[in-house]
């Protein structure tokens, strides 16, 4: 069992950005890895993965409200307008101006061009400010974090018990 846990990295979305992490106690107790879950040092390392998720999740919150604030004059899709935020900092590209303003599949506003412009430049700048690119950087960063801690400790955890 612990090998096959290992090969499958069973994992989770985070809502919104779209990012995989491995999967916590909750998400276990409810696969076929739940017996695993009897092993105090694996438990206790999956502690570690519900927390830095939190984390995430919180980060995620507090983009989700920098956001609003910044565009509460403008009608964007919120979710999607977090999504390519994250995206263009962490991963670049650009947004796509048409009819509405799209990044990958996701369309974050639609309406006249001069308002579609203004929140092209909001956008823009958005890209440059320290916070949101602080708090962009976090949420990747421990992204990155869970699963060094999947291929170290887990896997450390499984074998010691």
Same mark, same amino acid.
């Given at each position: 069992m612990e090998k096959e846990y290992l090969e499958d990295k069973p994992s989770m979305?985070?809502?919104? /950005? @779209?990012?995989?992490?491995p999967c916590g106690i909750h998400?276990?107790?409810?696969s076929k890895y739940r017996d695993l879950l009897k092993n105090e040092n694996f438990r206790a390392q999956l502690e570690v993965v519900d927390s830095l998720t939190?984390?995430?999740n919180t980060n995620v919150d507090t983009l989700k409200r920098e956001l609003e604030d910044i565009f509460s004059n403008y009608n964007v899709n919120i979710y999607n307008l977090i999504y390519t935020i994250?995206?263009? /900092? @962490?991963?670049g590209g650009d947004v796509i101006i048409g009819n509405g303003i799209k990044y990958n599949d996701k369309i974050i506003?639609?309406?006249?061009?001069?308002?579609?412009?203004?929140i092209y430049k909001k956008i823009e700048d958005i890209r440059k400010?320290?916070?949101?690119?602080s708090i962009c950087d976090e949420i990747r960063y421990?992204?990155?974090a869970l699963w060094e801690h999947f291929n170290k400790n887990l896997r450390r955890s499984l074998y010691e018990s």
């Open positions: 979305d985070i809502n919104i /950005i @779209e990012i995989n992490v998400c276990l107790e409810n939190d984390l995430i994250f995206r263009l /900092i @962490e991963y506003a639609e309406g006249n061009f001069e308002t579609l412009m203004q400010n320290s916070n949101i690119i421990l992204e990155e």
